[in-house]
């Protein structure tokens, strides 16, 4: 079945150093990944998206790798700050699937100053 | 910035009780979705609209849940009767499509806890 995971619960940093949070996907037919951010109490809150044509996009401070012969996703954030502290999740979404969205556990981020 | 409203934001209930929670999705999102999320996992879809219509309840506990969106707008999902097990965060997101590209973006949500 359709399944979205995380190598790492937890990864902790220190203010200004690069993190990469990972997630493993199982579902070929996925087109479409998300990485969200949720602070405690709030929803998640969208960082950015990536579609199966390309393998990297970049945002703000933030790039999505996507590397579809091993079904893995990267979310790289640089010069992290304590305000990134929260859990991450990864989602993926299939091609023909109503735009549903599945969701791996997550990562949570910490960041010491 | 427009963003998705939920109420109420916490709900304690006792088991056996009736409990409905509120969704207004961004204006002009066609595409609205509640999840169940329990602490500690990524949230869970329950029910996805397009506009008006159901186009995914497949793991809504349908022996209890219900969702409508009668004008294709405002949403509201009800839960009789609750059972502990339904203690979560009880989350509404929307989305309109384009190019390719349909972020979700979340409400809130609503704390539940059912004692």
């Known amino acids: 079945g359709e399944s979205v995971g995380l190598h790492l619960p937890t990864l902790s940093v220190q203010e200004g150093d690069n993190s990469i949070i990972n997630c493993a996907y199982s579902n070929s037919a996925s087109d479409y990944f998300i990485w969200y951010k949720q602070e405690s109490g709030k929803g998640p809150q969208f960082i950015i998206d990536?579609?199966?044509?390309?393998d990297k996009r970049q945002g703000q401070r933030v790039t999505v790798l996507l590397n579809k012969t091993v079904k893995h996703l990267s979310l790289q954030i640089a010069a992290t700050q304590p305000g990134d502290s929260a859990v991450y999740f990864c989602a993926e979404s299939a091609r023909g699937g109503f735009q549903k969205l599945v969701f791996g556990t997550g990562t949570r981020l910490l960041v010491s100053p | 910035e427009a963003e998705v409203a939920q109420s109420p934001r916490y709900k304690i209930t006792e088991k056996s009780q009736a409990v409905a929670f509120w969704c207004d999705p961004i204006s002009g999102h066609a595409t609205l979705y509640w999840y169940r999320q329990i602490l500690g996992q990524g949230p869970e879809l329950l029910v996805q609209f397009q506009d008006e219509s159901v186009v995914d309840d497949s793991q809504l506990p349908k022996d209890r849940f219900s969702a409508e969106r009668l004008k294709g707008v405002d949403s509201t999902l009800k839960i009789q009767p609750a059972e502990l097990g339904d203690s979560a965060m009880y989350l509404c997101?929307?989305?309109?499509?384009?190019?390719?590209?349909?972020?979700?973006?979340f409400g809130p949500g609503t704390r539940l806890t059912v004692t």
């Open positions: 990536i579609r199966s044509n390309m």
């Open positions: 997101a929307s989305s309109q499509p384009a190019g390719g590209r349909y972020e979700q973006y």
